[in-house]
């Protein structure tokens, strides 16, 4: 764009008029149009009147501000958008502002080329780790999510800025309206669960609330029932329906005196008030959808525009301009999800038809996000009747026999754009039990591994936690647990676990895949080779204890794991327009029926009760006792999952430290003293645990070092 001055020559004062006439009459597409920076912290990181500084970048600057993007429903891929071309202005485009947050090293000259694009969780700030401001990263947040409450409050005050210090992240969306403009509306589900007394509950997933208010107030128009019980599988008993003059919409209050509904969260006011012993599950009738599918665009182009733009239409320059020549997109747990989905509908090609990213890192996310299709509730983590296993979920073709639907993959458009980026992806053992990990690799029969494309590296960290467990060694301690707060599982408010929290990290082996996969983008250097449990070695079986060789281990019942433990994978009918191959479309079944429950699998356990064919990692290769993916929810005050798997929480149980108190135990596991003798045992087994990691490309030499020091300074056998 040509620059313009007051102070220039009359020709070239002709020639910006003419460059604005052309900018104003050019036509639209899908890419950021403005950007305007709301903050700037410089030096950022800064505590008591120091500021960090990080290796040879030294001190880093946070800048935070908005996008406003433009989308064509013209253009085949923005088409795909469900809804779409339900929310045009008035000039046929559609618009949305998104916020972010860039972070960056006050020298500009110091940076890498390197581009972290994370995908905030729920709205969430993110923030680049401070190991990668020591390369000299650069980090870029922005918001995709546009249902969530901080979008909800964002509504009207879109001048608000997110702030670089912890704002949460909004995206600003429009509503999709009938084209004669009349509202549209359509069935929506909602659960209360673990909920008692007289004041009204809110409709909640997870943790937001359902963001989509009642097409009407009237109760005969919606149906409120309550159950008893219900497994994960769907098996309901003790289901009743409540009469419609007995509950209300309502914004908060009781039964007899309700507060008017006004603004979410949607609330239920029920006479007699709440049993915690029952689930509610609300059927109604919603109006105003979000076409939510805008969120996988406006990432894409905020993405593009920090990569690739100079300035914006309005001559607002780029802030990282010309400083990048790599970025992987990452996101963890529910924005790992979005990231499969987004590669999916083929979302890293921009406009200009160029690769978005080179690296695409979904961590600890084995489905696609439910987001593309008309009254979506993404913030659902596949509890009863949540939407977000449709279609393939692995990443070469393969049938989905299971389900009837076509050999089909995540990476299909992006194949047939030659715009695939390379993969990493780690999980632990909670997204087998809890997330429905498993079709990904054996597909939903399951009958056979899936074969992973040569652009795709999948690591395994066995035994471990959602997101990895907080480290060290006194916390797999006995006498640690002993005074340790009950697990949340998290979810609905679902419950606590039975089971101490399960301390197994993903820290170290993060660090390492790291450094493995800014090598394999930047310089082409292949990762270690993928490691996960497989049919074909005999480490994928039933998911019982007979077939896994689990141990009977005082404190568990003795069937544990059971058939009926993990969390299947569920064939929804939700509907005859709605897409399974795309998760897109408009859902008619709300709830969905259930047509099948499919098969799942799990790892294999060693005596221990310690799961096998994963990646090397200390804590696990020199244990202190069982660790597990679940855990047991407990009853107390939220008892309507009680007995069932506790959603993604891990537990453990720590071994005896003598063999007397194992054996008083009745415990088949050897004891600490058994297995290391003494502390000094104890050090030479994580001595041995990190030399193996190392030599295997799963921890690097500082983590190393740390944890030995750790392992010193511990009380293990003290």
Request: glycine share 10%; charged share 20%.
């Given at each position: 764009?040509?620059?313009?001055?007051?102070?220039?020559?009359?020709?070239?004062?002709?020639?910006?008029?003419?460059?604005?006439?052309?900018?104003?009459?050019?036509?639209?597409?899908?890419?950021?149009?403005?950007?305007?920076?709301?903050?700037?912290?410089?030096?950022?990181?800064?505590?008591?009147?120091?500021?960090?500084?990080?290796?040879?970048?030294?001190?880093?600057?946070?800048?935070?501000?908005?996008?406003?993007?433009?989308?064509?429903?013209?253009?085949?891929?923005?088409?795909?958008?469900?809804?779409?071309?339900?929310?045009?202005?008035?000039?046929?485009?559609?618009?949305?502002?998104?916020?972010?947050?860039?972070?960056?090293?006050?020298?500009?000259?110091?940076?890498?080329?390197?581009?972290?694009?994370?995908?905030?969780?729920?709205?969430?700030?993110?923030?680049?780790?401070?190991?990668?401001?020591?390369?000299?990263?650069?980090?870029?947040?922005?918001?995709?999510?546009?249902?969530?409450?901080?979008?909800?409050?964002?509504?009207?005050?879109?001048?608000?800025?997110?702030?670089?210090?912890?704002?949460?992240?909004?995206?600003?969306?429009?509503?999709?309206?009938?084209?004669?403009?009349?509202?549209?509306?359509?069935?929506?589900?909602?659960?209360?669960?673990?909920?008692?007394?007289?004041?009204?509950?809110?409709?909640?997933?997870?943790?937001?609330?359902?963001?989509?208010?009642?097409?009407?107030?009237?109760?005969?128009?919606?149906?409120?029932?309550?159950?008893?019980?219900?497994?994960?599988?769907?098996?309901?008993?003790?289901?009743?329906?409540?009469?419609?003059?007995?509950?209300?919409?309502?914004?908060?209050?009781?039964?007899?005196?309700?507060?008017?509904?006004?603004?979410?969260?949607?609330?239920?006011?029920?006479?007699?008030?709440?049993?915690?012993?029952?689930?509610?599950?609300?059927?109604?009738?919603?109006?105003?959808?979000?076409?939510?599918?805008?969120?996988?665009?406006?990432?894409?182009?905020?993405?593009?525009?920090?990569?690739?733009?100079?300035?914006?239409?309005?001559?607002?320059?780029?802030?990282?301009?010309?400083?990048i020549t790599h970025s992987i997109a990452r996101g963890r747990s529910q924005s790992g999800n979005y990231l499969r989905g987004w590669l999916h509908l083929g979302f890293n090609q921009d406009e200009a038809k160029r690769p978005v990213h080179d690296g695409l890192w979904p961590i600890i996310a084995g489905r696609r996000i439910a987001l593309n299709f008309r009254w979506a509730q993404p913030d659902g983590v596949l509890e009863l009747y949540q939407a977000g296993s449709e279609?393939?979920?692995?990443?070469?073709?393969?049938?989905?026999?299971?389900?009837?639907?076509?050999?089909?993959?995540?990476?299909?458009?992006?194949?047939?754009?030659?715009?695939?980026?390379?993969?990493?992806?780690?999980?632990?053992?909670?997204?087998?039990?809890?997330?429905?990990?498993?079709?990904?690799?054996?597909?939903?029969?399951?009958?056979?591994?899936?074969?992973?494309?040569?652009?795709?590296?999948?690591?395994?960290?066995?035994?471990?936690?959602?997101?990895?467990?907080?480290?060290?060694?006194?916390?797999?301690?006995?006498?640690?647990?002993?005074?340790?707060?009950?697990?949340?599982?998290?979810?609905?408010?679902?419950?606590?676990?039975?089971?101490?929290?399960?301390?197994?990290?993903?820290?170290?082996?993060?660090?390492a895949i790291r450094v493995h996969f800014r090598s394999w983008v930047m310089r082409g250097t292949p990762p270690p080779p993928s490691r996960y449990p497989t049919m074909r070695a005999g480490e994928l079986v039933a998911p019982h204890k007979a077939a896994m060789g689990f141990p009977t281990i005082p404190g568990l019942r003795p069937t544990a794991p059971e058939p009926d433990f993990i969390n299947p994978l569920l064939d929804y009918d939700w509907g005859p327009r709605f897409?399974?191959?795309?998760?897109?479309?408009?859902?008619?079944?709300?709830?969905?029926?259930?047509?099948?429950?499919?098969?799942?699998?799990?790892?294999?356990?060693?005596?221990?009760?310690?799961?096998?064919?994963?990646?090397?990692?200390?804590?696990?290769?020199?244990?202190?006792?069982?660790?597990?993916?679940?855990?047991?929810?407990?009853?107390?005050?939220?008892?309507?999952?009680?007995?069932?798997?506790?959603?993604?929480?891990?537990?453990?149980?720590?071994?005896?430290?003598?063999?007397?108190?194992?054996?008083?135990?009745?415990?088949?596991?050897?004891?600490?003293?058994?297995?290391?003798?003494?502390?000094?045992?104890?050090?030479?087994?994580?001595?041995?645990?990190?030399?193996?990691?190392?030599?295997?490309?799963?921890?690097?030499?500082?983590?190393?070092?740390?944890?030995?020091?750790?392992?010193?300074?511990?009380?293990?056998?003290?």
């Amino acid at each position: 764009m040509t620059s313009c001055h007051p102070n220039m020559r009359l020709v070239r004062t002709l020639a910006c008029a003419f460059a604005a006439t052309l900018l104003a009459t050019a036509p639209a597409q899908a890419r950021i149009t403005k950007i305007v920076i709301d903050e700037t912290v410089s030096p950022a990181f800064c505590k008591g009147g120091a500021c960090a500084s990080y290796g040879e970048a030294g001190e880093y600057e946070q800048i935070a501000g908005r996008a406003w993007g433009e989308l064509d429903p013209a253009d085949p891929l923005i088409g795909l958008i469900q809804d779409i071309a339900l929310a045009r202005d008035a000039d046929g485009k559609v618009r949305y502002v998104a916020t972010f947050v860039i972070t960056r090293p006050v020298d500009i000259g110091k940076a890498s080329g390197l581009m972290w694009h994370d995908v905030p969780n729920r709205g969430r700030p993110v923030l680049i780790d401070a190991r990668e401001r020591e390369f000299g990263d650069i980090g870029l947040a922005s918001a995709w999510q546009g249902d969530n409450a901080s979008m909800s409050a964002a509504l009207g005050t879109a001048v608000r800025p997110t702030m670089a210090a912890g704002g949460n992240h909004w995206l600003q969306l429009p509503v999709a309206k009938n084209p004669d403009g009349s509202p549209i509306t359509g069935p929506v589900f909602a659960r209360i669960v673990n909920r008692s007394g007289a004041g009204a509950q809110p409709l909640i997933v997870q943790t937001n609330p359902v963001p989509y208010l009642p097409a009407s107030l009237d109760t005969a128009l919606a149906a409120l029932i309550s159950r008893e019980h219900e497994t994960i599988g769907g098996k309901v008993t003790g289901e009743r329906k409540i009469a419609p003059e007995d509950w209300k919409f309502c914004g908060g209050g009781t039964f007899e005196e309700p507060v008017p509904l006004v603004k979410l969260p949607v609330q239920i006011c029920l006479k007699g008030g709440f049993d915690a012993a029952k689930l509610y599950q609300v059927v109604y009738t919603a109006k105003d959808p979000y076409p939510l599918g805008i969120g996988f665009a406006a990432w894409r182009d905020v993405g593009s525009f920090f990569k690739y733009a100079v300035q914006d239409d309005f001559g607002t320059p780029n802030p990282i301009s010309g400083r990048i020549t790599h970025s992987i997109a990452r996101g963890r747990s529910q924005s790992g999800n979005y990231l499969r989905g987004w590669l999916h509908l083929g979302f890293n090609q921009d406009e200009a038809k160029r690769p978005v990213h080179d690296g695409l890192w979904p961590i600890i996310a084995g489905r696609r996000i439910a987001l593309n299709f008309r009254w979506a509730q993404p913030d659902g983590v596949l509890e009863l009747y949540q939407a977000g296993s449709e279609g393939p979920q692995w990443w070469g073709p393969y049938p989905d026999k299971a389900r009837n639907l076509p050999t089909r993959s995540i990476q299909d458009r992006c194949t047939a754009t030659k715009t695939c980026p390379k993969i990493i992806e780690h999980f632990g053992a909670a997204e087998i039990w809890a997330l429905k990990l498993g079709p990904e690799w054996v597909g939903t029969d399951p009958k056979e591994d899936i074969a992973l494309p040569d652009n795709v590296r999948r690591y395994y960290i066995a035994s471990s936690p959602h997101g990895g467990g907080s480290g060290g060694f006194n916390t797999s301690l006995a006498e640690t647990h002993k005074a340790a707060k009950p697990v949340d599982c998290p979810g609905n408010n679902w419950g606590a676990g039975v089971l101490p929290a399960n301390p197994l990290p993903h820290t170290e082996t993060l660090n390492a895949i790291r450094v493995h996969f800014r090598s394999w983008v930047m310089r082409g250097t292949p990762p270690p080779p993928s490691r996960y449990p497989t049919m074909r070695a005999g480490e994928l079986v039933a998911p019982h204890k007979a077939a896994m060789g689990f141990p009977t281990i005082p404190g568990l019942r003795p069937t544990a794991p059971e058939p009926d433990f993990i969390n299947p994978l569920l064939d929804y009918d939700w509907g005859p327009r709605f897409d399974p191959n795309d998760a897109s479309g408009v859902p008619a079944n709300a709830p969905p029926k259930i047509r099948q429950a499919l098969n799942m699998l799990a790892p294999k356990v060693n005596a221990d009760g310690n799961e096998v064919g994963g990646v090397p990692v200390v804590l696990l290769d020199a244990p202190l006792g069982t660790y597990l993916g679940w855990n047991i929810t407990a009853g107390g005050a939220r008892p309507f999952h009680q007995g069932k798997l506790c959603n993604y929480a891990g537990g453990m149980i720590p071994f005896a430290k003598t063999r007397a108190e194992r054996e008083a135990a009745n415990d088949p596991r050897p004891s600490l003293e058994e297995r290391y003798g003494d502390h000094a045992g104890y050090v030479a087994a994580v001595r041995k645990a990190a030399a193996n990691a190392m030599a295997q490309g799963f921890l690097l030499q500082r983590d190393a070092e740390a944890l030995i020091k750790a392992a010193e300074a511990s009380k293990v056998l003290k």
